[in-house]
C-alpha cells in the first residue's frame, strides 16, 4: 500500500515513517516559543532531517486544552514561509497542521504534501476540496468537544468513516489519507488508554494510521512527570502502537524515537 502526497509517496508496511512536530507558536504545550522565528524554525526543521525525520508537520496554531485560537492571517504568518523555504532547501515530505482551508490552500501553494486536519475535514466544509484539488495526502483526526463515548474506540471509528466519505465524495483517493484516533483530543486518560490498548481495531478502516502520543498529559498523568520529561513515555507509547499496527509516529524527539520505531520494527515487521 501506497501513501500517496502530490508528487511524494511512502511505502506502507516496509517500516515505521517518523514524522517530526514544528510547531511555529508562542503557546504550544510542549515547545511553544521555541522555533517561532523563520530561521530558528528552519534550523530545527533541517535538525529533524538530520535525525531521521520523513515527514515535517510545521504547525501554526496550539491545539492544547485552553488554547487561544488565532485567525488565518496571523496562522499563514507563522507557517507559509518556513513551508516556502523548506520546500525549496529540501526534499522533506512537508504536512501543514491546519483545521483550516484557507491556510492549507496557501500551505500547498507554497510547497506543502500533506493537510494534517485535527478536526478530519469535519470542521471547515472547504477542507476536502482544497486536498482533492492539489491531490495531497491528508491526515483525518478523531475529535470531539465533549469527552463522552458509548464505546470510544468505536465511536472513533464512525467519526473517522465519516470523514472517509466527506473525502471521497470531494474527490480524495483512498490512497492520500491517513487516520489517527487523535490522543488526548476530546478524552479522558482512561478514554485515552483504552484507544492505546485497541489501536489495532483501527485497521478496519483499511488506511494507515498514524499515532500523536509525544509528551502528552496522559503519559504526565500516568508518570506525573512534566512535559519535559516525558521521553520513556513518548517511547512506551511508540512501540506500543508500533506493536498494535500504527504506520507513522508523529514526535517532538526524531532522534530518540526513531531509534525505538527502528527496534520495534526489527521485532514485529518480520
Same mark, same amino acid.
Not at 514524522?19 to 533541517?46: C, H, Q, V, W
Not at 483501527?202 to 512535559?227: A, C, W
Given at each position: 500500500?501506497?501513501?500517496?502526497?502530490?508528487?511524494?509517496?511512502?511505502?506502507?508496511?516496509?517500516?515505521?515513517?517518523?514524522?517530526?512536530?514544528?510547531?511555529?507558536?508562542?503557546?504550544?504545550?510542549?515547545?511553544?516559543?521555541?522555533?517561532?522565528?523563520?530561521?530558528?524554525?528552519?534550523?530545527?526543521?533541517?535538525?529533524?532531517?538530520?535525525?531521521?525525520?520523513?515527514?515535517?508537520?510545521?504547525?501554526?496554531?496550539?491545539?492544547?486544552?485552553?488554547?487561544?485560537?488565532?485567525?488565518? @492571517? +496571523?496562522?499563514?504568518?507563522?507557517?507559509? $514561509? =518556513?513551508?516556502?523555504?523548506? *520546500?525549496?532547501? %529540501?526534499? &522533506?515530505?512537508?504536512?501543514?497542521?491546519?483545521?483550516?482551508?484557507?491556510?492549507?490552500?496557501?500551505?500547498?501553494?507554497?510547497?506543502?504534501?500533506?493537510?494534517?486536519?485535527?478536526?478530519?475535514?469535519?470542521?471547515?466544509?472547504?477542507?476536502?476540496?482544497?486536498?482533492?484539488?492539489?491531490?495531497?495526502?491528508?491526515?483525518?483526526?478523531?475529535?470531539?468537544?465533549?469527552?463522552?463515548?458509548?464505546?470510544?474506540?468505536?465511536?472513533?471509528?464512525?467519526?473517522?468513516?465519516?470523514?472517509?466519505?466527506?473525502?471521497?465524495?470531494?474527490?480524495?483517493?483512498?490512497?492520500?489519507?491517513?487516520?489517527?484516533?487523535?490522543?488526548?483530543?476530546?478524552?479522558?486518560?482512561?478514554?485515552?488508554?483504552?484507544?492505546?490498548?485497541?489501536? @489495532? +481495531?483501527?485497521?478496519?478502516?483499511?488506511? $494507515? =494510521?498514524?499515532?500523536?502520543? *509525544?509528551?502528552? %498529559?496522559? &503519559?504526565?498523568?500516568?508518570?506525573?512527570?512534566?512535559?519535559?520529561?516525558?521521553?520513556?513515555?513518548?517511547?512506551?507509547?511508540?512501540?506500543?502502537?508500533?506493536?498494535?499496527?500504527?504506520?507513522?509516529?508523529?514526535?517532538?524527539?526524531?532522534?530518540?524515537?526513531?531509534?525505538?520505531?527502528?527496534?520495534?520494527?526489527?521485532?514485529?515487521?518480520?
Amino acid at each position: 500500500m501506497l501513501f500517496r502526497c502530490r508528487d511524494k509517496s511512502l511505502e506502507i508496511g516496509k517500516r515505521t515513517y517518523i514524522m517530526g512536530i514544528l510547531n511555529m507558536t508562542p503557546d504550544s504545550f510542549s515547545d511553544g516559543g521555541k522555533y517561532n522565528t523563520l530561521e530558528k524554525g528552519i534550523e530545527r526543521a533541517l535538525q529533524m532531517i538530520e535525525e531521521g525525520a520523513d515527514i515535517i508537520d510545521v504547525g501554526g496554531e496550539s491545539t492544547r486544552p485552553g488554547h487561544t485560537p488565532v485567525d488565518e @492571517e +496571523e496562522e499563514m504568518r507563522r507557517v507559509i $514561509p =518556513v513551508i516556502e523555504k523548506l *520546500s525549496k532547501i %529540501s526534499n &522533506i515530505i512537508i504536512s501543514v497542521d491546519t483545521m483550516k482551508s484557507n491556510v492549507a490552500l496557501r500551505a500547498l501553494e507554497a510547497g506543502a504534501h500533506i493537510v494534517n486536519d485535527v478536526w478530519g475535514l469535519q470542521r471547515d466544509p472547504k477542507m476536502a476540496e482544497v486536498v482533492a484539488k492539489y491531490n495531497a495526502g491528508v491526515i483525518m483526526m478523531h475529535n470531539s468537544n465533549v469527552a463522552e463515548y458509548e464505546d470510544v474506540v468505536k465511536d472513533i471509528i464512525n467519526f473517522l468513516q465519516k470523514s472517509i466519505e466527506m473525502g471521497e465524495k470531494a474527490g480524495i483517493d483512498k490512497s492520500q489519507m491517513v487516520v489517527d484516533p487523535g490522543i488526548g483530543f476530546g478524552k479522558t486518560l482512561d478514554h485515552n488508554l483504552e484507544v492505546m490498548n485497541r489501536l @489495532e +481495531e483501527l485497521k478496519v478502516l483499511g488506511l $494507515p =494510521v498514524l499515532l500523536g502520543t *509525544s509528551r502528552k %498529559s496522559m &503519559i504526565g498523568k500516568v508518570l506525573n512527570l512534566d512535559v519535559e520529561d516525558r521521553l520513556e513515555g513518548t517511547a512506551a507509547t511508540v512501540a506500543v502502537g508500533i506493536v498494535k499496527g500504527v504506520d507513522i509516529v508523529r514526535v517532538h524527539d526524531v532522534k530518540q524515537m526513531l531509534r525505538v520505531a527502528k527496534m520495534t520494527d526489527a521485532m514485529v515487521r518480520r
